[in-house]
């Protein structure tokens, strides 16, 4: 039987496209499933001294592009970045912030009211924060995981910047693995936001309530 043209690439193809699959479905039988880590809040926290009579708005918290995904990220040399294969967040980082941000908001008590700008609630003072860095910094092994975040306190009336101010939480890593790293995220978080709500406390008690 004669081939027309081209029939015997077309079938070269096919026979390497059926022959490739093979392999990856042999390959992917020994690929573990990925595991989805839950970026969680490890600090017990003691109510507020005092209530403000402040309303506080928080903003949906903005994320550096490379953060902004569920992919959990290391760094092995200086100025890199990558990403764990088998390991990620079950949320976005900025995402998964804004809640652990407003239940620690909510748990310290210091505020007449607390509430996220969508929710519709007005209120007199908007909190906004942005995530600059989060990864493991594996450079000297077992590493460091680092946390970054930018603050700013406004005014809503006036649109005017009461504060603003960078905090960093830097937690060891007990091994060079995701499942290490998000430990020392969980620690990190629970330290930055030690730091984070006495300074919102702080600045709002400057600003008088009109």
């Not at 193809?13 to 479905?25: D, F, H, P, V």
């Not at 009461?162 to 060079?176: D, N, Y």
């Not at 936001?193 to 309530?209: C, I, Q, R, S």
Request: charged fraction near 20%.
């Amino acid at each position: 039987m004669r081939l027309g043209p081209g029939s015997g690439a077309r079938a070269a193809l096919a026979a390497a496209s059926i022959a490739a699959a093979g392999c990856a479905s042999l390959i992917g039988s020994d690929v573990p499933p990925p595991t989805f880590f839950v970026w969680r809040d490890a600090a017990h926290v003691a109510p507020a001294p005092r209530v403000s009579p402040h309303r506080l708005l928080v903003a949906p918290t903005t994320t550096a592009a490379f953060y902004d995904s569920q992919r959990i990220v290391f760094s092995r040399e200086a100025g890199t970045r990558a990403t764990y294969q088998f390991a990620a967040w079950t949320e976005r980082p900025g995402k998964q912030f804004d809640v652990l941000l407003l239940e620690r908001l909510e748990r310290r008590n210091a505020f007449a009211q607390v509430a996220g700008t969508t929710s519709g609630v007005r209120g007199d003072l908007l909190l906004a924060a942005a995530i600059l860095d989060l990864y493991h910094d594996d450079t000297q092994p077992p590493g460091v995981a680092r946390l970054r975040v930018s603050v700013e306190l406004t005014d809503r009336a006036s649109r005017a910047l009461l504060a603003r101010r960078t905090f960093v939480a830097e937690v060891p890593v007990k091994a060079g693995n995701a499942e290490a790293a998000v430990a020392a995220f969980d620690a990190a978080l629970a330290r930055l936001l030690d730091d984070l709500l006495p300074w919102v406390e702080g600045e709002a008690a400057k600003v008088g309530t009109g």
